[in-house]
């Protein structure tokens, strides 16, 4: 059975960091997109970033420089560093991976599996 847990939200001030983590199950992560997306209160869900088989990256314009996606093969774990955070940056993340019915397009990536989500909150 697929199955994400994230972990590492919390609140911050802006300017400083956070790093989430995405324990992937029922999968091989390195062999499949992995991705986070986050959704703040009254926007659409965003892909904020995601990494390909063969190490591709895309990152969404707004966190260019300053988020990071990495893995660990052996945990078959994905992280986000996230630096310099601003208040924009408020949202409910998700860890994200391909499923069989995947409707949810980025970075070339149909995404269908979904985290249960870490809040993230970045205060002034």
């Known amino acids: 059975q697929v199955q994400l847990v994230e972990s590492g939200g919390g609140s911050v001030q802006a300017g400083g960091s956070l790093r989430l983590s995405c324990a992937a199950s029922?999968?091989?992560?390195?062999?499949?997109?992995m991705g986070w997306f986050r959704q703040a209160p009254g926007k659409e869900r965003e892909g904020v970033a995601v990494?390909?088989?063969?190490?591709?990256?895309t990152y969404t314009d707004s966190v260019k420089g300053r988020f990071t996606i990495s893995q660990d093969n052996a945990l078959n774990t994905v992280y986000l560093q996230m630096n310099n955070l601003k208040p924009e940056d408020t949202a409910m993340y998700f860890c994200?991976?391909?499923?069989?019915?995947?409707?949810?397009?980025?970075?070339?990536?149909?995404?269908?599996?979904w985290g249960q989500g870490t809040q993230v909150t970045v205060s002034s």
């Open positions: 994200a991976a391909p499923g069989p019915y995947g409707r949810t397009f980025f970075a070339g990536c149909p995404f269908g599996n």
């Open positions: 029922g999968y091989t992560a390195s062999r499949n997109c």
């Open positions: 990494m390909t088989p063969g190490g591709r990256i």
